[in-house]
């Protein structure tokens, strides 16, 4: 009896979470201008075409130098990422970056600061979906621990998660409940890595 209700506790718990982490998703876009930085590193996954725009975007609008594209497809051409990003050829040619390297969310962490260190950046703004900013945020910050690099976040909306009624699709309430289950996994490995030394910046890129 006791182990089930410790269970149903653990599932109040957890529940709760998710709709605070629904809440804090939904809540942050649109996007408030973020503070300059010198580069942008749009990430790369499902609605890629409006994160890369979002990211061209504020790069046109003076808010970076560069931006790093991170995680293309090794198929896709330069060309192709330039359709998707909407951007002028001008602009595309002198200041746009491609990433190929980065396979998930830790990838891009170690292809934005592989890229900051070779341009010498201290500080980028992070583009990338709304419900996977969280769970990015806590991977590049743990890449660039003790670095004095500067992150600002910029979240792109996700149409099916701004309904207040996101949970009645099939769709919308498994990206929800997928995306919070690893921010959980991540949050624990950082309170476990917390426990110890951490780090320096760009060992995990070793290997």
């Not at 990433?99 to 990838?107: E, P, Q, R």
């Not at 099916?160 to 929800?176: D, E, F, Y």
Request: proline share 5%.
């Amino acid at each position: 009896m006791r182990s089930i209700a410790t269970f149903l506790v653990l599932a109040l718990i957890w529940f709760a979470g998710l709709l605070a982490f629904a809440d804090r998703v939904r809540g942050s876009t649109p996007a408030l201008p973020p503070a300059r930085a010198q580069g942008i590193v749009a990430l790369t996954g499902a609605g890629s075409d409006a994160r890369i725009a979002a990211a061209v975007s504020l790069l046109e609008d003076g808010y970076g130098r560069r931006v790093l594209v991170s995680g293309v497809n090794r198929e896709a051409s330069r060309e192709d990422v330039r359709t998707l990003s909407r951007a002028a050829r001008r602009l595309y040619d002198c200041c746009v970056d491609l990433g190929f390297d980065a396979a998930d969310t830790v990838g891009n962490a170690r292809e934005a600061q592989a890229w900051a260190q070779a341009r010498g950046f201290d500080s980028l703004i992070v583009v990338t979906a709304d419900y996977h900013l969280p769970r990015a945020m806590l991977e590049q910050r743990a890449m660039f621990h003790g670095s004095g690099v500067r992150l600002e976040p910029y979240p792109v909306a996700t149409p099916a998660l701004k309904s207040s009624g996101w949970w009645r699709s099939p769709r919308a309430a498994r990206l929800m409940v997928m995306e919070y289950s690893k921010y959980l996994a991540i949050l624990a490995r950082e309170a476990v890595l917390g426990l110890g030394p951490r780090e320096t910046p760009g060992a995990r890129t070793k290997g």
